[in-house]
C-alpha cells in the first residue's frame, strides 16, 4: 500500500526497483542506482524561468496585422497547448508518484510536472497580452472536437494506469484473482502510459511549435515563439527522461524486458495514431489557406519525419517512409543553447548550469568589507 511515509521501511533505496518495491522513505541522494535522473534534475532547476519575463507587448499589435486565417492558426494552436499542458501540469506525479520506489527518480518525477505548470501558465501570460478578453479563449477550448480528442487519446493511458494504481492500493494483489498476473497487467499499463508521455513530449507539439516559429521567421509574434522556444527546450528534456526510463526499465525488472518485446505493436500503433490525428490538425489549420513559408503537405511531411525518429529513440521500426527534415529552419529554434528572455537579459549558461564558481582565491575579495 503507497504511503507517504513508513517507518518500517529501512531498505537501501540504491538496491531498489524504480517502480513497485516498498514507496520512497527517506529522500536520500549521496548514493544512487541511476544517476541520469539527478542530472535531469540539475539541467531542469538550470533551466527556470518565468513566462513574464518575456516582454511580448509587440505580440499585441503583431496579431492584429495577420489575416484571419492566420489569426484562426494562432489561436487554435494556443488553445490547443492550452489543453495538453493542462494534462501534463498534473498527469506524471498523480500517475508515476503512487508506484515510485526510487528517490531520485521521484524527485525528476516532481520537477518535471512543476515545469510542466509554467508552461501552462505561460500560455495565460500570452493570452493576457494578446487578447481584450481572455474568454475568448477559454470559454470554448472544450467545444473544439479535434482538441478535445487529442487530450482524450493521451489521457487514456494515464487514466488505465492511475485506476490499477488504486486497485492495487485498496484491494492488494494478493486479494485478487490472479496476483501474478494483476502485477504484471499493472507494468504493462506503467510502460504503456511512458510510451505516451514519449510521444506527448516528442510529437504532439510540434504542428503548433512549427507555426510559431513560423511567424517569428516573418518577424511576427516573436515574444510568442521565444516562449515556446523556452517550452520546448523543456519538452526536450522531458522527452530525454521518459526515453532513459524505457531503456532502464527492462535492465532494472525482467519483466519490462518481456513487456518491450510484447508490445512493439501496439506501442507502434500508439505512435501512428498520434501521427495521424497531428496531421489532421495541420488539415484543420490550414483549412481556410496557408501561410509564407508553412503549408498542410510540409507540416505533414515533418510529422512523418519526427514521427520515424521518436519511434527509432525507443527501439521501434520506422513506420512512415521519409526523406530529410522537411523543414530544417525549426533546428535553429529546437537546438538553440541560448535564449534572450527580455530585452536586456540573455541567458547565460554558467549562471543556471554549475550555480558555484570555481575560480574564487584568496584576493577574490581583498579590500571587501562588511
Given amino acids: 500500500m503507497y504511503s507517504v511515509f513508513n517507518p518500517n521501511n529501512k531498505k537501501d533505496s540504491s538496491k531498489t526497483r524504480l517502480f513497485f518495491d516498498d514507496p520512497v522513505t527517506i529522500a536520500r541522494y549521496d548514493r544512487q542506482k541511476y544517476p541520469i ?27 492584429k496585422s495577420l489575416n484571419i486565417h492566420e489569426q484562426h492558426i494562432f489561436t487554435s494552436n494556443l488553445k490547443r497547448q492550452i489543453l495538453l499542458d493542462s494534462v501534463q501540469g498534473r498527469a506524471p506525479i498523480t500517475s508515476f508518484g503512487p508506484i515510485c520506489s526510487n528517490p531520485e ?13 509554467i508552461h501552462s501558465r505561460s500560455y495565460t501570460h500570452i493570452i493576457r497580452n494578446i487578447y481584450p478578453n481572455p474568454s475568448i479563449i477559454f470559454d470554448d ?16 493511458n494515464y487514466d488505465a494506469l492511475i485506476e490499477l494504481n488504486m486497485r492495487a492500493s485498496t484491494i492488494g494483489y494478493q486479494n485478487m484473482a490472479n496476483p501474478a498476473m494483476a502485477a504484471y497487467q499493472h507494468k504493462k499499463a506503467l510502460w504503456l502510459a511512458l510510451m505516451s508521455v514519449n510521444i506527448l513530449e516528442g510529437i504532439r507539439f510540434y504542428v503548433s511549435f512549427a507555426c510559431s516559429w513560423a511567424f517569428a521567421e516573418l518577424k511576427k509574434m516573436e515574444g510568442n515563439a521565444k516562449i515556446i522556444k523556452l517550452i520546448c527546450r523543456d519538452e526536450n528534456l522531458h522527452l530525454a527522461g521518459s526515453q532513459h526510463l524505457l531503456k532502464i526499465l527492462p535492465q ?18 500508439l505512435f501512428v495514431v ?49 526523406g530529410s527534415n522537411p523543414l ?17 537579459e540573455t541567458e547565460v549558461q554558467s549562471y543556471t548550469i554549475g550555480a558555484v564558481k570555481k575560480d574564487v582565491t584568496n584576493d577574490t575579495f581583498r579590500g571587501f568589507t562588511l
Avoid at 41 to 62: A, C, H, T, Y
Avoid at 141 to 152: S, T
Avoid at 254 to 265: C, G, V
Wanted: with cysteine; glycine share 4%; charged share 30%.
Fill in 37 to 63: 535522473f539527478e542530472k535531469l534534475i540539475n539541467q531542469q532547476l538550470g533551466f527556470f524561468w518565468r513566462p513574464e519575463e518575456v516582454d511580448i507587448m509587440r505580440d499585441s499589435k503583431d496579431f
Fill in 328 to 344: 530544417p529552419w525549426t533546428q535553429k529554434w529546437i537546438s538553440g543553447g541560448e535564449v534572450q528572455v527580455a530585452p536586456q
Fill in 105 to 117: 527518480l521521484e524527485t525528476w518525477i516532481q520537477t518535471w510536472t512543476f515545469n510542466e505548470t
Fill in 141 to 156: 477550448l472544450m467545444d473544439n472536437n479535434k482538441i478535445v480528442d487529442c487530450a482524450d487519446n493521451i489521457s487514456k
Fill in 252 to 269: 532494472d525488472d525482467p519483466d519490462f524486458a518481456q513487456i518491450r518485446d510484447e508490445t512493439k505493436s501496439e506501442c507502434t500503433a
Fill in 274 to 322: 498520434a501521427a495521424e490525428q497531428e496531421k489532421s490538425w495541420a488539415d484543420y489549420l490550414f483549412k481556410d489557406g496557408s501561410m509564407i513559408g508553412l503549408n498542410t503537405k510540409l507540416l505533414c511531411d515533418y510529422v512523418e519525419w519526427i514521427t520515424n525518429r521518436r519511434l527509432q529513440s525507443v527501439g521501434l521500426i520506422h513506420y512512415y517512409k521519409t
